[in-house]
T-cell receptor, first 118, second 112 residues
């Protein structure tokens, strides 16, 4: 299946700093990528949909100025958590839409980034 | 009513058992049906993908979609301890920007 990488896998930062997370589709081009947040033992919560070359679409309740998304190429999307606070600590997962190169029009997920804000 | 309903479990079975995982949904526009497996602290891994109705088999896994009943299933034969994970059903439609709706996930424990 298609491969999506995410970097870093784990980050610890101080309150007030900004953290950037990268999501890359390694063997296919993705015009659409998604960013999710997951709390322990909970399902995925979609934060935003990232479309290459255009502004991201944020879900209701997600602050666009706090979670900056950039999808500058067909293989890379970034999520920047600005002025991070302890309540932003979570597991962030990206996914990329593969429109058929692997035989299915579906999403493939990255391994996730665990963010801890002290 | 949630768009996708999935029993969160946990579901505990002995090794070698047949496992049945299910989801129901309310949106008749869904056409793409997926099952993902997620191990603790890892990203979800696509297990099965089905377009529209029907069955699909891949090794010990069988996915079934019944659009008339708005019901999908994942069967795991000869379950192994390594199958212990959370299984998420997911579905999407061509409309609405291909937003995928996920079930809550069922936690499965396979005991050796």
């Amino acid at each position: 299946g298609a491969v999506v990488s995410q970097h870093p896998s784990r980050v610890i930062c101080k309150s007030g700093t900004s953290v950037k997370i990268e999501c890359r589709s390694l063997d296919f081009q993705a015009t659409t990528m998604f960013w999710y947040r997951q709390f322990p033992k909970k399902s995925l919560m979609l934060m935003a949909t990232s479309n290459e070359g255009s502004k991201a679409t944020y879900e209701q309740g997600v602050e666009k100025d706090k979670f900056l998304i950039n999808h500058a190429s067909l293989t890379l999307s970034t999520l920047t958590v600005t002025s991070a606070h302890p309540e932003d600590s979570s597991f962030y997962i990206c996914s990329a839409r593969d429109q058929g190169t692997s035989g299915a029009d579906t999403q493939y997920f990255g391994p996730g980034t665990r963010l801890t804000v002290l | 009513q949630k768009e996708v309903e999935q029993d969160p479990g946990p579901l505990s079975v002995p090794e070698g058992a047949i496992v049945s995982l299910n989801c129901t949904y309310s949106n008749s526009a869904f056409q793409y049906f997926m099952w993902y497996r997620q191990y603790s602290r890892k990203g979800p891994e696509l297990l099965m993908y089905t377009y529209s109705s029907g069955n699909k088999e891949d090794g010990r896994f069988t996915a079934q979609v019944d659009k008339s009943s708005k019901y999908i299933s994942l069967f795991i034969r000869d379950s192994q301890p390594s199958d212990s994970a959370t299984y998420l059903c997911a579905m999407s439609a061509d409309t609405g920007g291909f937003k995928t709706i996920f079930g809550a996930g069922t936690r499965l424990f396979v005991k050796a």
